[in-house]
């Protein structure tokens, strides 16, 4: 009987035994993973959540990711370098619920993906650093592009791929591994790329503009003169700079107004002979034809561009400008101050003569070549007296030849005209006739 007894009380103890272990087992592992349990390939069994996710957070500091290109390690870096980080907290918290530590399952392994992100400015800052650090020693890609050869003309330049690190792409290409859990992260040619190769429509028209350009002359007629446009002051004009053709225009606007300037008759001194037979040097005045450099410039750079050979005559501002050698011509007014006279000539055919009255000596009305650059009727001539008053004269016809209202018009408050009337009677600076 006592034998039975004492089986029976040791069989209550150890079952007993075996509750408290139970208990103690289940709540100790309330707040702890189970033995043996790993979390992306980390043990984490006896943890804590928090101690859990401090392990998982060094390890994710601590991985090295290697960058290869080739056989060649072009850099390492660790997950702390680029700002690396895994959402653990709420991983854990969701692995630990799923557990049952009642059950007595000593272990589970978790190999989901990593929710993992990045701290982007610092992951950009470092991987570009690093990137453009290692390009500095790797060869350029250079585009495709035209070139000069000699004074001959021009010639393509292939475009050549070098094998400095396109740094965006590779970004992302080391983003994509790091997800995919990939430490040994092999490049895949992600260089940068020449952005103008030689099939480039662009590229091709310009140099078949090119080698026509290298085959353009020309020639300006300017009066009675020809100036030949050699091929080889046109090609020193053109150069190929920027994927463009550019022309150096500071050469062309100099060249052009050197043409003017030899050739121009604005602010210059004419011989003229004169109604009596004399010949006498005429000072300039208003009237005169120069070359117009920029509207000229305009037209040169397209007569250059088409390719074909230009003879032509300049683009002109002014007046006057014709093939006879003088830009006088045979159309004019003929005013002399010492005799008092006007001469109209039509096509070189005196139309009329007649006395004058012209500037007071001492605001005498100036002398020079003059262009008539307004026709008004019925006019209002206005300014000062001799004496300071103020005048305002009618006049039936008025053709101003100046901006400073010196013109030639009709005055019929003059009793006459000619001879030496003008040095006590005449307006101030300002030439009349009378209309007969």
Same mark, same amino acid.
């Given at each position: 009987?006592?034998?039975?007894?004492?089986?029976?009380?040791?069989?209550?103890?150890?079952?007993?035994?075996?509750?408290?272990?139970?208990?103690? !087992?289940?709540?100790?592992?309330?707040?702890?993973?189970?033995?043996?349990?790993?979390?992306?390939?980390?043990?984490?069994?006896?943890?804590?959540?928090?101690?859990?996710?401090?392990?998982?957070?060094?390890?994710?500091?601590?991985?090295?990711?290697?960058?290869?290109?080739?056989?060649?390690?072009?850099?390492?870096?660790?997950?702390?370098?680029?700002?690396?980080?895994?959402?653990?907290?709420?991983?854990?918290?969701?692995?630990?619920? $799923?557990?049952?530590? /009642?059950?007595?399952? @000593?272990?589970?392994?978790?190999?989901?993906?990593?929710?993992?992100?990045?701290?982007?400015?610092?992951?950009?800052? +470092?991987?570009?650093?690093?990137?453009?650090?290692?390009?500095?020693?790797?060869?350029?890609?250079?585009?495709?592009?035209?070139?000069? &050869?000699?004074?001959?003309?021009?010639? %393509?330049?292939s475009e050549t791929q070098g094998n400095q690190f396109n740094?965006?792409?590779?970004?992302?290409?080391? !983003?994509?591994?790091?997800?995919?859990?990939?430490? #040994?992260?092999?490049?895949? *040619?992600? +260089?940068?790329?020449?952005?103008?190769?030689?099939?480039?429509?662009?590229?091709?028209?310009? %140099?078949?503009?090119? *080698?026509?350009?290298?085959?353009?002359?020309?020639? =300006?007629?300017?009066?009675?003169?020809?100036?030949?446009?050699? *091929?080889?002051?046109?090609?020193?004009?053109?150069?190929?700079?920027?994927?463009?053709?550019?022309?150096?225009?500071?050469?062309?606007?100099?060249?052009?107004?050197?043409?003017?300037?030899? =050739?121009? @008759?604005?602010?210059?001194?004419?011989?003229?002979?004169?109604?009596?037979?004399?010949?006498? @040097?005429?000072?300039?005045?208003?009237?005169? /034809?120069?070359?117009?450099?920029?509207?000229?410039?305009?037209?040169l750079k397209q007569d250059i561009l088409n390719g074909n050979?230009?003879?032509?005559?300049?683009?002109?501002?002014?007046?006057? +400008? #014709?093939?006879?050698?003088?830009?006088?011509?045979?159309?004019?007014?003929?005013?002399?101050?010492?005799? $008092?006279?006007? /001469?109209? =000539?039509?096509?070189?055919?005196?139309?009329?003569?007649?006395?004058?009255?012209?500037?007071?000596?001492?605001?005498?009305t100036p002398r020079g070549v003059w262009a008539v650059w307004?026709?008004?009727?019925?006019?209002?001539?206005?300014?000062?007296?001799?004496?300071?008053?103020?005048?305002?004269?009618?006049?039936?016809?008025?053709?101003?030849?100046?901006?400073?209202?010196?013109?030639?018009?009709?005055?019929?408050?003059?009793?006459?005209?000619?001879? &030496?009337? =003008?040095?006590?009677?005449?307006?101030?600076?300002?030439?009349?006739?009378?209309?007969?």
């Amino acid at each position: 009987m006592k034998k039975a007894n004492k089986l029976k009380i040791g069989v209550f103890v150890f079952l007993f035994s075996l509750l408290v272990v139970y208990i103690g !087992f289940g709540s100790y592992y309330s707040s702890r993973f189970l033995p043996g349990t790993t979390v992306y390939g980390q043990s984490v069994g006896q943890l804590t959540k928090e101690q859990a996710e401090v392990k998982l957070i060094n390890r994710l500091n601590e991985t090295t990711y290697m960058l290869r290109d080739g056989d060649k390690v072009v850099g390492q870096f660790t997950g702390k370098d680029i700002g690396l980080k895994v959402d653990y907290n709420s991983d854990l918290t969701a692995r630990m619920t $799923q557990q049952n530590p /009642w059950l007595f399952k @000593t272990s589970q392994t978790v190999n989901a993906t990593q929710n993992q992100g990045f701290d982007e400015a610092s992951a950009k800052s +470092y991987l570009s650093n690093l990137l453009n650090k290692e390009n500095q020693s790797r060869t350029e890609s250079k585009d495709a592009s035209i070139q000069r &050869t000699g004074n001959q003309g021009f010639q %393509l330049v292939s475009e050549t791929q070098g094998n400095q690190f396109n740094v965006d792409s590779v970004m992302s290409y080391i !983003f994509e591994n790091i997800q995919s859990g990939n430490q #040994n992260i092999q490049l895949n *040619n992600q +260089y940068i790329k020449p952005a103008v190769t030689s099939d480039n429509a662009d590229l091709q028209n310009n %140099l078949k503009t090119l *080698n026509n350009v290298a085959n353009v002359s020309g020639s =300006y007629t300017i009066g009675n003169n020809t100036e030949v446009v050699s *091929n080889s002051l046109v090609l020193s004009w053109v150069d190929f700079k920027d994927n463009k053709i550019n022309f150096d225009e500071t050469a062309m606007r100099t060249y052009l107004r050197s043409l003017s300037q030899k =050739y121009s @008759t604005v602010n210059k001194s004419r011989i003229f002979k004169t109604t009596s037979g004399a010949v006498v @040097t005429v000072p300039a005045g208003t009237y005169g /034809w120069s070359i117009n450099t920029e509207s000229e410039l305009s037209q040169l750079k397209q007569d250059i561009l088409n390719g074909n050979k230009f003879s032509r005559q300049p683009k002109i501002s002014g007046s006057g +400008y #014709n093939t006879s050698g003088t830009d006088i011509g045979d159309t004019y007014v003929e005013v002399s101050v010492a005799s $008092q006279k006007l /001469w109209i =000539y039509k096509q070189g055919q005196l139309v009329l003569t007649t006395d004058v009255v012209t500037g007071l000596p001492g605001q005498d009305t100036p002398r020079g070549v003059w262009a008539v650059w307004s026709k008004q009727q019925n006019a209002v001539l206005r300014g000062l007296n001799n004496d300071g008053t103020s005048y305002a004269s009618p006049v039936n016809y008025w053709m101003p030849i100046d901006n400073t209202g010196v013109g030639l018009h009709d005055a019929n408050w003059q009793p006459k005209f000619g001879g &030496t009337w =003008y040095q006590t009677h005449a307006p101030t600076a300002v030439s009349i006739f009378h209309q007969v």
